[in-house]
DNA sequence: TTGTATGCGTTATCAT
DNA sequence: ATGATAACGCATACAA
């Protein structure tokens, strides 16, 4: 069994004869010690390449700097960039992040909360798992106090902080969009329908058919699960019905991609026969054809806003949730011009 | 300022008035303990919602059962993917990992090693960021016994195990499907002269060229820095000579797609003018007209070796390095063929 | 079966 | 300016 020794402050301080407590002020920098003895220390440290064990610093000052990131999939284009700015704005804080991909599945949400309780975060920034139905594990953290922020997937089941964007404002730009383009048959192809953000979304989609005079047929309207063998399914099946529709508004530009391919293999063009827009604006949309019609997120905005509102948590005695609504940007591109 | 103070074993031992000892046991259901007790501390625990400390099980074990994973980004989807083959080739093994993303610098990467040594990850699973030139960081983990693996992007001037694919081959493949496709004046897009990774592609494709009579010219050979701004330029230069090439190898699908992007600006046809196969066989490949002919690498079999070739050395007396070079795929699309 | 004592690596309090 | 000691939360060798 392999396992190396590293060098702790012990073996500095014995041998430079002096004691553990003087080399850990030395290390850091401590104003009460002498130049020559802090030199010495430092030097030796040096060579002896130390390494302060994090795992102690925490465990004695009782924190760890750390957050929580919880997202679905990495492999989303959405929440690995979302990753990025969190950390950005973490590290400008002062603090680092953990992550951990629930892979859509409660389970894992409901383990990997556990893991990081364990690791002591200190808090939360959290987009639910597909799979989660119940938010006993996510309402168990707001009762122990422990900081919580949610975005994109979120649910009013919840009574967190939450960043989002205006979801209902920006499908009813989107929806608008296409009816302007002259769309008369509109569909939505929605995410899963517990997801708030899915809901939101079809409400946007349905307000605008209103406001336009049109009829809001339940027909028009699929649940993806945001696989691509199901998106595929689920496409095909609306465009089966007798009068198929002539623009489809979709939950994430992945579901946008797959429904794409199974219009194009059925002889469809776009947008001539069908028009598209969809939401997240991922680089992907550009190298498309046609080009991909998309609702931008603020992505960086969103990350430094997550982190502003747990830091805030962490910083105050009572928890009041505060729910950031951010704007979105319709990026129009050949999907929807006709 | 905000701050939960967690239930400890302490508390459990003193509400029940046993030892802590006792308690420690009954919680990790331990032999010699009376069911009594046993049960009462493990109700107690439930109630009181014990999180045991991961901070101070981790110190006084002197193990954290935890690998460090270092990637360029998770942006790009083969990390992002692979970073799912290694977590649950780890898990299974009973090890968590920690990430971290270089965003292709070597400072990041410099401070993110530091920062895992310090969190006592007991090994690293690295794929070197683009900007990393010096190896002294990465060697001084090898001269402290610290296992390590390098995959995908690695260098001969650092002696670790390594998975990676058979990357000269794959390159000599894709180049003689080009020029069996009738391709006469070939192209590559390469990355960064320095990664290895990207010299081995090279000289598969030359080798390619060289087999087939062909001629191996400097005007058709160039290095993208992986971003989307920088390969729109380079393509650009490339198809400026007087004699553009009529087919393009590309590193990864991302220059692919950035070239693609570039191509058609030009009104250039692919895959009837330029014809084009690149590397990862991402997703994306499928949904761009054309669909892109991409060399496909075993993102799962690589996690699985990864991990076990790191677990042997946390196991091992002495490490000894191990090399694993697997098996890549063509996976033919309509960019190359014609 | 249970308790006592010691230690993990570090910081912090209190002396000196 | 430096040292001895306690403490962080937990595990364990040794006693009882």
Known sequence: ????????????????????????????????????TKNAILKLAEEMDYQPNQLAKNLVGNRTKTIGVIVPSLSYYFFASMLNSIEEAAMQAGYSVMVCQTNESYLRELAQIQNMLNSQVEGFIISLARDSLDYEHINRLIRKQIPLVLFDRYTDKIESSKVIVDNKQAAFKATAHLIEKGCRRLACLAGPPHLEISNQRLDGFRDALVSAGLQYEEQYVSHSDFTQENTIIQANNMMSVSNPPDGILTMSD?????????????????????????????????????????????????????????????????????????????????????
Do not use: W
């Open 254 to 338: 992945n579901i946008a991609f797959s429904t794409m391919y199974a219009l194009k293999q059925r002889g469809l063009r776009i947008p001539e026969d069908v028009a598209m827009v969809s939401f997240n604006n991922e680089p992907t949309c550009v190298y498309l054809t046609p080009s991909l019609t998309s609702i931008s997120q603020p992505i960086r905005e969103m990350g430094t806003q997550a982190v502003r509102l747990l830091l805030k948590q962490l910083e105050a005695d009572i928890i009041e949730p505060e729910t950031v609504v951010l704007d979105t940007q319709l990026v129009i591109r050949e999907s929807s011009l006709r």
């Open 1 to 36: 069994m392999h396992r190396r020794t590293p060098v702790t402050i012990k073996d500095i301080a014995q041998t430079l004869n002096v004691s553990v407590s003087t080399v850990s002020r030395a290390l850091r920098g401590m104003p009460e010690i002498h130049p020559d």
